[in-house]
Structures are given as structure tokens and as C-alpha cells.
């Protein structure tokens, strides 16, 4: 089954997320997100960092053009908040332009979902070896 | 050509009329040829006897209807039937509805969040009232009356309760859509997800009514009686809407926490075996 394109009213829940997406950079490069001295309950409860622990972090150094430093607190951060931009950024001019909503295949959604499954699973562990070494 | 299977309304290409196979769901689906010749015209029944079979695309909610019904009268029966009767009002449920199930979910959260910042604002006034008293009671305690630590609860407080309440509504509507989107997520990496994104954020979005139950005054207890009340109708909210059975849905409603749980408990496990393993 190949990409199909589906006709969809200028402002649906895909550009919900976009907004959400957005806001989350502006959020990230304008306000002292960092400075608020928010903890993490699990790290403070265990010792050891959860599975979304530096994603803040992530989301701040990657706004502010630090990549490295982003990737360094949280590689699925670092990733995530990339994508998320650049597909709000895509979705926002795709409902300016009035242009159709790009279906993906059912076998390429659960693909997709496995993956992001897994890549909770390895940053976590990444995260808990980093705070152990 | 396209067609619309009348199960899960998913969209299909396919080359035929007749009976087919859905291929996202499997059901059968009938396919009728405009070129065919028409049935014989059957005897006009009457209205009161035709049984009422809800319309294609779902029957929407109480709360979709709230320009007809009013505000307060669609979300009291909207929130009855989603809090008291989940697999009856989302089997039929209209998934097409978003706007109204995202208003539905972040009026009930914003009220259940409101009515908790004010018991802890009337909790944090005893707690300070207590601070007080023992300041008086305490030798040369008089002269901390008016001392930072207590202008600086005051404020903090207050300032603590207005953002709070400001915040509340953004918060609801971010959980939603984020909690919606990790559901899914469950959904689809265990193939249950066949109606698509919409049919889970209806379901979380109408699962919010049981956070309601977080208004109530007993701080604590009452939101995390809400939490779970919000879980378990989320689970069968799934499980009606996506088509799939109740273990699949119950499994991606409680994928995630349960992954939390794993964790933990091997992060906890990990370095007791290492311990006991050195003695």
C-alpha cells in the first residue's frame, strides 16, 4: 500500500499539534524553562533518571542552535524535538497552502509506533548507563 | 475506485461491486452497483415500528448536540453516559466530532483542576495559620509575624493559585493530545488501532468525565480515584471505538504505565542484586 492523500478543513488536530509544537520552541528558546528548578519525581524518588529525564534540556540547548549539547542530554530528545518542529513547520504551511493531509499506510503506522516503542526503551537505558558510568 | 467501509470508515481502493472484505478491519462490506437495476420498492412501513439503526457514520454525542440541547443540560447527559456507561455511549460514537470532544475533555479537566488548586489554597491558609501559632508561642516568636518566610508563603501562595488556575485549561488540552498520542501509539505497535487517530482521541478526550470525580473535597484521594476511574474508561472506551477486543485495549491503556513499572522495579532490583551479589 503506497502514501494516499486525504481533503481535510484548514484547522483540524494536526495543526493542533503544530501549534503544540511550536509553542514548544518558543517555550524553549524564550523562557527560562531551565531556571524554574523543576525536578524530576522518579530521579528524586530513586536515584536514577526516567525514561523522558534531559528532554527539557534537549528541547532548550536544540532552540538555542547547541546541538551537541542537546544530543548529550537526551538523544530521543535531541530527535524529538527536531521532528516535531520540522513537521510543524511542514504541517502549518501544508493547511496555509490548503494542500491534503499525506495518509501513511497502516503497515508503515505500526512500523513507525514499534520503533518509537524501542527508542524509548534504548535512550532509557542509555540514560540509566550514562548516570551508572 | 474509493470506498468507505461502513465498520471501521476506513477508505479503500478496490476494482469491484459487491461483497468484499475490508482490508483494514476485515469485516464484510457490501458494495452496491449504481448501475444495477433497482429492488422491488417495499411496503411504506411506519415510523414507529422501523427499528433505529444509527446513521453511518456514528450517532454523536449529547455534547455535539449542545446548541440544541444547551451547554449544562449536553454535558451533564454526555457526561453520564461516558462516566456511567462507556460501552454503551462509545460503541455508536461519531469520531468525526474532535472540536467537541477536545471542549468536552478540557472544560471536565479545567473544573477538577480549579476545584483542586482551591483545596490546596485553603490547605496551604491552614498550614500557614499553624506557622503562625507556633511562631507566636515560641520565645521572641512575636517579632517573626511579619517575617520574610511568611510574606514569601503569602505570595508564593497566591501567585501559585492564579497561574494555576490560568494554566489549567493549556494543561488539559496538552494532556489530551498527549495522551492520546501515546494510547495510540500502544494501539498501533499492538495493531489495534484500525479507526485511525481520531476514534482514541474521542475516547480520551470523553474518558476525561472521570476526572470530575477530582472535584471532589478530598484532596489526594479524590484525583487519583478520578485517575483510574479516567484509565479504565479509556480502556473500554478503546476497545469500543478501535473495534479491538478488551484485552488489546486494556493492554495499550496500561503499556505505558506498566513499562514505567518495569523499569522501576529493575532499576530498583539492579543494584540490590549487585549488592547482595558482592557479599
Known amino acids: 500500500m503506497a502514501l494516499s492523500w486525504r481533503r481535510t478543513g484548514r484547522f483540524g488536530v494536526a495543526e493542533l499539534f503544530a501549534l503544540l509544537g511550536l509553542a514548544s520552541f518558543l517555550a524553549a528558546r524564550f523562557l527560562p524553562v531551565l531556571e524554574l528548578g523543576l525536578v524530576c519525581p522518579f530521579r528524586a524518588a530513586t536515584g536514577l533518571p526516567c525514561a523522558s529525564c534531559g528532554m527539557t534540556h534537549a528541547f532548550v540547548h536544540l532552540a538555542r542552535g547547541e546541538v551537541v549539547a542537546a544530543l548529550a542530554a537526551s538523544p530521543l530528545g535531541a530527535v524529538l524535538a527536531a521532528g516535531a518542529w520540522a513537521l510543524s513547520l511542514a504541517d502549518l504551511a501544508r493547511a496555509a497552502l490548503g494542500l491534503p493531509v499525506p495518509v501513511l499506510p497502516e503497515r508503515s503506522l505500526v512500523a513507525a509506533a514499534r520503533l518509537a516503542v524501542f527508542a524509548v526503551a534504548v535512550n532509557w537505558a542509555w540514560l540509566l548507563w550514562r548516570g551508572a558510568a | ?279
Not at chain 2, 10 to 17: A, G, K, L, P, V
Not at chain 2, 105 to 130: E, H, I, K, P
Not at chain 2, 213 to 237: F, K, T
Open chain 2, 1 to 279: 475506485m474509493l470506498a468507505r467501509c461502513a465498520h471501521c470508515q476506513n477508505t479503500f481502493e478496490t476494482d469491484r461491486f459487491g461483497v468484499q472484505a475490508c482490508p483494514h478491519c476485515g469485516q464484510q462490506v457490501h458494495l452496491a452497483d449504481p448501475s444495477a437495476p433497482p429492488p422491488p420498492a417495499a411496503p411504506p412501513v411506519p415510523p414507529a415500528a422501523s427499528p433505529a439503526s444509527p446513521p453511518a457514520d456514528g450517532v454523536p454525542a449529547p455534547f455535539v448536540r449542545r446548541s440544541e440541547l444547551g451547554f449544562f443540560h449536553a454535558y451533564v447527559e454526555t457526561w453520564k453516559l461516558a462516566a456511567l456507561r462507556p460501552a454503551e455511549f462509545f460503541r455508536p460514537l461519531r469520531i468525526s466530532d474532535t472540536g467537541s470532544t477536545l471542549l468536552f475533555g478540557v472544560a471536565t479537566m479545567t473544573v477538577a483542576s480549579w476545584f483542586q488548586t482551591l483545596y490546596g489554597a485553603l490547605m496551604g491558609a491552614a498550614a500557614r495559620n499553624v506557622l503562625e501559632q507556633m511562631l507566636r508561642q515560641m520565645p521572641r516568636g512575636a517579632e517573626f509575624g511579619n517575617a520574610w518566610i511568611l510574606k514569601w508563603t503569602s505570595t508564593g501562595t497566591a501567585f501559585g493559585v492564579v497561574a494555576q488556575l490560568v494554566a489549567a485549561p493549556f494543561l488539559a488540552l496538552l494532556g489530551i493530545l498527549v495522551f492520546a498520542g501515546i494510547f495510540h501509539v500502544a494501539l498501533l505497535a499492538l495493531r489495534g488501532a484500525p479507526r485511525g487517530f481520531d476514534a482514541t482521541l474521542t475516547v480520551v478526550g470523553y474518558a476525561a468525565a472521570g476526572h470530575l470525580i477530582g472535584a471532589a473535597p478530598v484532596p489526594g484521594l479524590a484525583s487519583l480515584v478520578g485517575s483510574v476511574w479516567w484509565l479504565a474508561l479509556v480502556a473500554v472506551g478503546l476497545a469500543e471505538t478501535q473495534r479491538v477486543p478488551q484485552g488489546k485495549a486494556w493492554t495499550a491503556t496500561l503499556l505505558p504505565f506498566a513499562l514505567i513499572c518495569l523499569c522501576c522495579c529493575g532499576a530498583i532490583a539492579i543494584p540490590i542484586l549487585a549488592a547482595l551479589g558482592r557479599h
